[in-house]
């Protein structure tokens, strides 16, 4: 045993010098103590407070899993468990303290989401973007492209979202740097990520566009990136692409489909799909069409009966990794060729 390990057995630490230890505050520690019941188990004779190697491995327990992004009541939970089970007891929780997954991060409502979002939540709030960078990409590198974004991405910005809409102004700067931070990891993950399709299809590419007034294109970009991983080749035009444009790169390239998002009912253009959809291209006898693919909130339910629908980022490639053949051949769903 260390000296520094003998004399906290002897005589104990004092909360000073415990906090010092951990770098947080003595009152912090005492709040702890007082509502999770992480403090020392024994006290001297004038009450005073006195940490035993195993109280002070608790609350660095408590510490390590608070720095994960584990909601506080959880992270006490836990921390006393792992005390408990090292004197060979059990350690229940206080009265009304559950074992819950939700929680919040920094005052976001997150609700029951995964651990990685009240991490990435409350870096967010921070405005630490060298966090945010370092979270997003260990959790596209944890759980893949499609599972990150639908898991860790969405429910944190839609968090924010919701945060501000009930602050008036406030947490608008909040929203920008996490949605710049989530676009830049979307670009940088395909880099990162094993390449499991093998080489890029040889076949036409799929276009991916924005309705002509819509400015939120970072669905689209996680598209993209998932594209990416998947090796099917792709033409991201983004953010509130003109109608003329959109059509001149349909005829120019020739793509084996065409992603229309539209996140608001305002921006999305029924009439604009089915134009897209009706375009043609190549010689006589052998002119080809593209697999026109509404995307987003905004498109009502009249366009998803018209229209192939995907409900997920994960269906959304699933689908269009069909499309682009390693030869080149496009392959429709029943009923659109």
């Known amino acids: 045993m260390s000296d520094e390990g003998a004399a906290v057995g002897a005589a104990g630490l004092t909360t000073g010098a415990v906090a010092r230890r951990l770098g947080v505050s003595p009152t912090t520690l005492r709040s702890w103590d007082r509502r999770y019941g992480l403090g020392p188990a024994l006290r001297s004779q004038g009450r005073h407070r006195r940490w035993g190697p195993g109280d002070v491995a608790m609350v660095e327990e408590m510490c390590r899993l608070a720095a994960d992004g584990v909601p506080p009541a959880e992270a006490a939970r836990v921390a006393r468990l792992k005390r408990g089970a090292g004197a060979g007891q059990t350690v229940l929780p206080p009265p009304g303290e559950g074992a819950r997954r939700g929680g919040a991060g920094s005052g976001l409502p997150l609700g029951d989401v995964r651990r990685e979002c009240r991490g990435l939540a409350r870096a967010a709030v921070r405005l630490d973007a060298a966090e945010l960078s370092a979270r997003l990409l260990d959790s596209v590198a944890a759980h893949g492209l499609v599972t990150a974004w639908e898991e860790v ?138 697999l026109v693919l509404p995307t987003g909130p905004g498109w009502d339910r009249r366009t998803a009966v018209e229209f192939p629908h995907c409900g997920s980022l994960g269906s959304a490639v699933r689908m269009l990794r069909g499309l682009s053949g390693a030869e080149g051949a496009v392959r429709r769903p029943p009923g659109r060729e």
Request: hydrophobic share 45%.
């Open 153 to 290: 991405m969405v429910p944190t910005l839609r968090a924010v979202g919701r945060k501000w809409e009930s602050s008036g102004d406030r947490y608008v700067e909040v929203e920008h740097l996490l949605s710049w931070q989530i676009s830049t990891a979307l670009r940088r993950a395909p880099l990162l990520l094993p390449r499991p399709y093998g080489s890029v299809a040889a076949g036409p590419p799929v276009l991916l566009a924005c309705a002509p007034d819509e400015q939120h294109s970072l669905p689209l970009e996680a598209l993209d990136a998932a594209l990416e991983e998947a090796r099917v080749p792709t033409r991201m035009l983004g953010a509130a692409v003109p109608t003329e444009a959109l059509l001149a790169c349909v005829r120019r390239t020739g793509p084996a489909a065409v992603v229309l998002w539209a996140q608001a009912r305002a921006t999305a253009s029924p009439s604009l799909a089915r134009h897209v959809a009706g375009l043609e291209w190549g010689p006589a006898g052998a002119r080809s069409r593209p």
